[in-house]
């Protein structure tokens, strides 16, 4: 691995105010999905190691939380300044563990940046409130205190920016974090530690534990030092944390599984549409929870799309990350390819066609063919389910009515998107749409600014914005009396 700086490629885990080395210890080895090849190992943590993580943080964020919003801001400035400096570096281990293109791992880690940068910024706008009183001699203050000790579990498909949309607003709130990565892309997070403690971040305020999943999961879950869990990945883990921290009422904040609807209407601008479209399920391969997993597209337009989008898809170049003009990557796993296929196979026994692509790329390994295809209908398994791999599937429908149904009728609600130009329509179909997110005329939604979320089965909370701080504080309300 060609690093400028090597020492931020740590095989080893910070806990409480130690670095836990893989070398003389069980380990486990991380394999690039590009290649197969093994780019290092990480110690295999359990109980133990999370309890005393834990322990450290209990005392580490009491005196966080004493420091000034000031001071607080200027250690995750410097952190941010030196992510953005080691920004290849760290785009390169990315790419490494997780496979995404070289281009889109720099975006990615400029993006996850750009959450550390924003919460260093609402650090010292976490105001609290002064009420009327009720009563002619009360005053009613209301503070905003950090809730504690925070547990996080984070997913591989956006290694750096998810672990930045939490951890950022949890130190800016005066919180300490336990933080336990995707077993397939610790790196990029332990990376970041590596930066964290260079830019002054206080030992025992950020640990990251690695190793089984449930036995760590176990823990965070039932300490009832711990008093927020957030967490990114799927539906079915997040029911499980949910149920696991009802004993002790932690605060949650669960980002889980999408199954974005794209909508083009008869008055879309097609060519901007496609574009979108390329974007919304195309990038990180579909491995995204806000990836367009079924394009509904009016029947006046629906051929010229399809025609289009064939044309545009045609042009995404397959292959290793660290190759120039590569756009598609490998997928994650042999599941990822398994679950892809399954879709296509059931689509097509039901009726669906497949305009382009539809099996596993010539390249072999994880790479699969970017996929059309069309005539599909909601008796399919892609109508209900999350691809999270590189298929495209085109519905038909009839009118604006018909299609929100639809679009509707799914028990996930992260994002969604349409192209349109009627903007009675605009704000019609906006409003309609049960789910956390729209994105009209723009394939492309996420950004620290904006408060990232789902309803129904895609979760709790939101992250981004100054909202993303909501899950991290906690108001007290101080009644002053005798006044
Ligand atoms: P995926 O199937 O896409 O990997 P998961 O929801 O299983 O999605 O994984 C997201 C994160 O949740 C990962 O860090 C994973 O290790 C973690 N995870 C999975 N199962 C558990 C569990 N029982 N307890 C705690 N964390 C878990």
């Known amino acids: 691995m060609k690093l400028v700086d090597p020492s931020l490629f740590r095989q080893a885990c910070p806990v409480a105010d130690r670095w836990i080395e893989a070398e003389g210890r069980q380990a486990t080895t991380i ?35 004493k420091k000034t919003a000031g ?27 997780q496979g995404k293109p070289l281009g889109e791992a720099k975006g990615e880690i400029t993006y996850g940046a750009s959450f550390i940068e924003w919460f260093a910024e609402e650090a010292r706008r976490i105001n609290g409130e002064i009420i009327p009183g009720h009563q002619p001699d009360k005053r009613i203050l209301v503070l905003r205190q950090p809730a504690g000790v925070v547990a996080a579990i984070t997913p591989w498909n956006f290694p750096n920016a998810m672990m930045t949309r939490k951890v950022g607003p949890a130190l800016a709130a005066g919180c300490a974090v336990v933080l336990k990565p995707a077993p397939q892309t610790p790196f990029s997070a332990i990376a970041l530690a590596v930066l964290a403690e260079r830019a ?18 176990g823990v965070l879950t039932a300490s009832r030092d711990i008093r927020v869990l957030t967490f990114t990945g799927s539906t079915r883990t997040g029911e499980l944390l949910y149920r696991q921290c009802a004993p002790t009422i932690k605060k949650l904040g669960l980002e889980l599984g999408g199954n974005a609807p794209f909508i083009v209407f008869d008055d879309a601008d097609l060519d901007a549409a496609v574009e979108g479209a390329i974007i919304a399920k195309f990038r990180n391969n579909g491995q995204t929870c806000v990836c367009a997993n079924r394009i509904y597209v009016q029947g006046g337009v ?14 995404l170049k397959v292959g290793n990350g660290l190759e120039r003009d590569v756009v598609l990557g490998p997928l994650i796993d042999e599941n990822a390819v398994a679950k892809i296929e399954t879709h296509i196979r059931d689509a097509v026994s039901k009726g669906a066609s497949l305009v382009s692509g539809g099996k596993r790329h010539a390249l072999g390994g994880l790479f699969f063919e ?36 639809q679009a509707n009728d799914t028990e996930f609600g992260l994002a969604s998107y349409f192209y349109a130009r009627d903007l009675s329509r605009v704000f019609r179909v906006a409003e309609a749409l049960e789910y956390g997110m729209v994105g009209v005329n723009t394939g492309l939604v996420s950004t620290a600014e904006a408060p990232f979320g789902g309803v129904k089965m895609s979760g709790l909370g939101r992250e981004g914005s100054r909202h993303g701080l909501d899950e991290y504080t906690e108001l007290k309300y101080v009644c002053l009396g005798g006044i």
Do not use: C
């Open 31 to 65: 394999r690039n999905p590009a290649t197969g090849e093994a780019l290092g190992a990480v110690p295999d943590l359990g109980a133990a190691e999370t309890v005393d993580a834990i322990k450290a943080a209990v005392i580490a964020q009491k005196l966080w939380a």
């Open 200 to 217: 002054g971040l206080p030992p025992g305020l950020l640990s990251i534990v690695t190793g089984d999943a449930a036995a760590i999961g």
């Open 370 to 405: 970017p996929t059309i295809l069309r005539d599909v209908d909601g008796s399919m398994q892609v109508a209900r389910e999350e691809t999270f791999g590189p298929l495209a599937p085109l519905f038909r429908f009839r009118d604006e009515q018909d299609v929100i149904e």
């Open 71 to 97: 001071e607080r801001a200027s250690v995750l400035k410097a952190w941010h300044r030196l992510m953005i400096e080691n920004r290849d570096d760290l785009a390169m281990i990315l790419t490494l563990e």
């Open 302 to 315: 629906y051929e010229a799309f399809a025609a289009k989008l064939a044309t545009a898809v045609a042009a």
